[in-house]
C-alpha cells in the first residue's frame, strides 16, 4: 500500500464552485502535511503546510488534517478557471528529509 | 529574479549514452533535491543535498548519480540510462530542509530515453 493515496480526477466543477481535494495517509509518523499546485508543463508550487492535526486557512484555501483519521483535505472556496491545476498534497515525518507525495488530482473550473 | 533553472528543457537520447541534467539556483540555499514525476506514479524523491558536499539517496536513486560541488549547482548524472529513466524530472531548492521553508520547483526536464 503506498503511503499517500490521492484520487487522481478528473475533477470538473464550475466557476463559483467549493472543491473539495482530499489524501489519506498511513504512517502515523507523517507531521508536516503540504498541498502544492501544480499547471501544466510547470514545477509544482507550495500553496500551504500544516503542522499536525488543525486547520489554516489562507485566502480561498482552507488546508485541514485530521490526524485520528490520517485525513488531509484542501478545500477552494469560489473557485475560478485559475484555478484549473493538479493539487499534490505530500507529507514528511519529523525526522525525516523526503517529501512523500501522494500522486495528484486534476481539477478544471469551468466559466 | 529568484528561480531554479534546469537544462536541458527537453532531451531524447538513446540507450547507453551518459548525459547530465544541469540545475541551478540563484536563491542562496542549502538544500536541493532531485524528482521524477510519472504518471500514476507522482513525484518520487530521486537525491538530494543539504549543502555542499554533502548528498543522500532518496526514494529511486538507482541509475543516477548526483554531486554538489558548489552550493548553486546540483546536477543529476545517468551514467547509462535506460528506457525506464522516461520521466519528467525536477529539481528543487529551499533555504534549509524545514518543511516550513518553501521548495522552489524548476520548471522540469522531460527526458527520452530509447
Known amino acids: 500500500q503506498k503511503e499517500v493515496e490521492q484520487d487522481p480526477g478528473p475533477l470538473s466543477v464550475p466557476e463559483g464552485a467549493i472543491v473539495s481535494l482530499n489524501c489519506t495517509y498511513s504512517?502515523?509518523?507523517?507531521?508536516?502535511f503540504m498541498w502544492y499546485r501544480q499547471y501544466s508543463r510547470k514545477g509544482p508550487e507550495l500553496l500551504m503546510y500544516?503542522?499536525?492535526?488543525g486547520n489554516k486557512e489562507d485566502g480561498r484555501f482552507t488546508a485541514q488534517v485530521d490526524k485520528s483519521s490520517k485525513y488531509i483535505s484542501l478545500f477552494i472556496r469560489d473557485s475560478q478557471p485559475s484555478d484549473s491545476a493538479t493539487y499534490l498534497c505530500?507529507?514528511?515525518?519529523?525526522?525525516?528529509?523526503?517529501?512523500?507525495f501522494g500522486k495528484g488530482t486534476s481539477l478544471l473550473v469551468t466559466p | 529574479e529568484a528561480q531554479v533553472t534546469q537544462n536541458p528543457r527537453y532531451l531524447i537520447t538513446v540507450t547507453g549514452k551518459k548525459l547530465t541534467v544541469t540545475c541551478s539556483q540563484n536563491?542562496?540555499?542549502?538544500?536541493m533535491s532531485w524528482y521524477r514525476q510519472d504518471p500514476g506514479l507522482g513525484l518520487r524523491q530521486i537525491y538530494y543535498s543539504m549543502n555542499v558536499e554533502v548528498t543522500d539517496k532518496g526514494d529511486v536513486p538507482e541509475g543516477y548519480k548526483v554531486s554538489r560541488k558548489e552550493k548553486r549547482n546540483f546536477p543529476l548524472i545517468l551514467e547509462s540510462p535506460s528506457p525506464n529513466q522516461t520521466s519528467l524530472y525536477f529539481c528543487a531548492s529551499s533555504l534549509e530542509r524545514g518543511v516550513t521553508d518553501t521548495q522552489y520547483f524548476g520548471p522540469g526536464t522531460r527526458l527520452t530515453v530509447l
Open positions: 536563491m542562496n540555499h542549502e538544500y
Open positions: 505530500a507529507m514528511i515525518p519529523n525526522s525525516g528529509y523526503a517529501l512523500n
Open positions: 504512517n502515523s509518523a507523517f507531521q508536516y
Open positions: 500544516t503542522y499536525s492535526s
